[in-house]
């Protein structure tokens, strides 16, 4: 750990080079579970910048406009599924996050409450859970361990 005692030094090092100071220490389960792709598991450099500038130019404030109608109309079966069937108020919800999130990234229409895309996000977040939960494999506290063979 480093502590800045001056603004001037943080700013020096943390602005000025942060090409240099700035990255992630990954943990190896991102790359051992195979999530090292995620533009949030990802170490900085230029295969970072680029898909940071894809992103930045899809979901910027100006850009995200676009998605409106697809917002207004998951809203729609939301509230159509909320009025049918009001004691699922946590599924539905979860459902209608999904919908948008794989209908804006993917173009994939979401259909009906056990849809396969859906239950595929949530298998994966689950994975993605398990995998980095603080201190549930040994590989996170020695990396070591990558290298032992099973």
Known sequence: MIVL?????????????????SDRNMTPTAELAGFDWLIGMMRYGARWRKLRGVFHRCMNPNA?????????????????????????????GRHLIGAIIIRVSYGLEVIGGNDKYIELAEDTMECFNTVFQPGRYLVQTFPSLRNVPS
Do not use: M, N
């Open 5 to 21: 005692g001056t603004h001037e030094a943080a700013v020096e090092l943390l602005e000025k080079r942060s090409s240099i100071y």
């Open 64 to 92: 995200i406009v676009q998605y409106r109608p697809i917002q207004e109309t998951e809203i729609k079966k939301y509230l159509l599924r909320l009025v049918e069937d009001p004691v699922k108020f946590y599924e539905h």
